[in-house]
Nanobody
Framework: QVQLVESGGGLVQPGGSLNLSCAAS????????MGWYRQAPGHGREWVAAIGARGSLEGKTGYADSVKNRFIISRDNAKMMVYLRMKDLKPEDTAVYYCVSVGDLRGTTTFGNWGPGTQVSVEA
């Protein structure tokens, strides 16, 4: 398992951009698929994006329809980092964003520890 800490959240106006980071510690990071989820006030946790582990899914990504063509997930295995580049942000993107290990590219399976999250607020 890996330990995860998210950062990079903040307050941004609609149409703006933010770049989130997730720092991992532990062993075999490169063998884990990684994903981003978010949770808005009063709502359940929602899958956002995922990126494959080293192997057959290496370099492959998946996105929720709500963020497709606006968000980009990437990873740097040497630095043990996962990133989420967000552009054209909308008020409905306001949420706490989390990274976590995932078992597929559709966010149907998560495992291991969740990070504490980072708050993203989109408002005029």
């Amino acid at each position: 398992q890996v330990q995860l800490v998210e950062s990079g959240g903040g307050l941004v106006q609609p149409g703006g951009s933010l770049n989130l980071s997730c720092a991992a510690s532990g062993r075999y990071f490169e063998t884990y698929g990684m994903g981003w989820y978010r949770q808005a006030p009063g709502h359940g946790r929602e899958w956002v994006a995922a990126i494959g582990a080293r192997g057959s899914l290496e370099g492959k990504t998946g996105y929720a329809d709500s963020v497709k063509n606006r968000f980009i997930i990437s990873r740097d295995n040497a630095k043990m980092m996962v990133y989420l580049r967000m552009k054209d942000l909308k008020p409905e993107d306001t949420a706490v964003y989390y990274c976590v290990s995932v078992g597929d590219l559709r966010g149907t399976t998560t495992f291991g520890n969740w990070g504490p999250g980072t708050q993203v607020s989109v408002e005029a």
